[in-house]
């Protein structure tokens, strides 16, 4: 057991904060809140956060993306999506420290409710940074590394499989194979990750250790881990790579963690 990536509670600590906003980075997270701000203002907006490398502070230039999520009022629409989409337009297009803004929008009801207690409340309260408004974390429980967080987070791995699939079967240029890699790896090692957390007893977001970690427990598919978490970093082209991903280490990582954690709550 390990007591990595806890408060002197054992909880898990909020593993962000703007004080660790790398310098070259700190232009855009102040033009990204004024922008949210003006796009969204009191009316739509509870709440904005940041999550991701740049408020843990390991955001590295021209590499990193910016990473957003929105609390709304109420549930977001086609035009608030929309308002999302040009935000990230802009912020990618003003800014050459970051790879790409991704906006995530929820409304409070879904980020309070008690069905995503455990995965988007737990995703607020433990890896967003506040950036605009009242922080939701102040009503959110605090949360240990249990087998329940551990199901409610990744025990739908296997509902992304087909999708992924498909995706990999439409990729006729290189972008697309490295965008799905990205994902395919990130995905891949945050589960792989999050299946022996509980054991472990631990918090990381660091793909790396993330998967030193699992192959304390899984020697046999550490290699295979080791590689998603390469990817995960410097996405690739490479076929034989995504399809060691998508139909050899995702199926069977989807099948243990069932095996282990049992499958994730549905939702409708």
């Not at 809140?33 to 843990?56: C, K, M, N, W």
Request: aromatic share 8%; hydrophobic share 40%; glycine share 6%.
């Amino acid at each position: 057991m390990t007591t990595e990536g806890l408060d002197d509670d054992g909880h898990i600590a909020r593993e962000g904060s703007l004080d660790r906003v790398p310098a070259e980075f700190t232009p855009v997270v102040a033009t990204a809140r004024a922008l949210i701000a003006e796009t969204f203002g009191d009316d739509r907006l509870h709440s904005a956060y940041l999550y991701g490398s740049i408020p843990r502070g390991t955001a590295i230039p021209t590499v990193s993306d910016l990473d957003l999520l929105l609390a709304l009022r109420r549930e977001p629409t086609g035009a608030d999506r929309t308002d999302a989409d040009a935000l990230e337009t802009r912020l990618d297009a003003s800014f050459r420290q970051i790879d790409g803004a991704g906006v995530l929008l929820f409304s409070t009801d879904t980020l309070l409710s008690d069905l995503e207690r455990h995965d988007l409340g737990w995703f607020v309260a433990c890896l967003c940074t506040p950036l605009l408004g009242d922080d939701l974390a102040t009503v959110l429980p605090r949360y240990r590394p249990t087998p329940l967080l551990a199901r409610e987070t990744n025990g739908d791995l296997g509902l992304a499989l087909p999708r992924w699939r498909e995706q990999y079967a439409a990729a006729v240029t290189d972008d697309r194979l490295r965008a799905l890699s990205r994902v395919v790896a990130r995905r891949v090692v945050r589960s792989g990750f999050t299946l022996v957390m509980p054991r472990w007893g631990g918090w990381t977001s660091d793909l790396t250790r993330s998967a030193e970690v699992f192959a304390r427990y899984y020697p046999d598919r550490a290699g295979q881990m080791a590689l998603a978490a390469t990817t995960a970093r410097t996405p690739t082209t490479d076929r034989t790579v995504l399809t060691l991903l998508i139909d050899e280490l995702a199926p069977w990582l989807a099948a243990e963690y069932t095996s282990v954690h049992g499958p994730k709550t549905p939702r409708p």
